[in-house]
């Protein structure tokens, strides 16, 4: 068995086109656009996980980009994702990018985990429209699981 050690979320954009359209920064610049604190207060670090899943809606401008999504936990890169949007001149396109990650054997202390997004297409233009959600469930081994492997 498990149990919960931390949860955080974090929702600052609900709806799309619920902010003005942020243009996404070409490689290697980036736009951090949901970030969570996670803290680990259990000293066994061989055994505690934090769940993340990240969404961010976004919508091609011109061309056909294609967007690298990262997180990172303290700085440090941990997971990442590509996703190809296009655009179409004639109506808005929408896309919605969800990913999860694992983090595995996190240290005891409080880490900053950050969703970023950068185009890796030159010539071609993409936004964060919304929504943007954000959230990290840690988790390590019940007490009593963990003093019966003692």
Known sequence: MF???????TEPVRKVDQISPKM???SPKRLIVAHINITIPRRNEKENNVELIATVGVRGVTGTSQLLFKIFRDGK???????GVESDPTSEVNYIATFQAIDMNVRKDTHLYQVTVEN????TEAAVVGPISFSGLAIAPSEKDHHKDE
């Open 3 to 9: 149990r919960i050690i931390d949860y955080k979320a």
């Open 24 to 26: 996404i920064p070409h």
């Open 77 to 83: 890169e941990i997971f990442r994702a590509q996703e």
């Open 120 to 123: 890796i297409t030159n010539g």
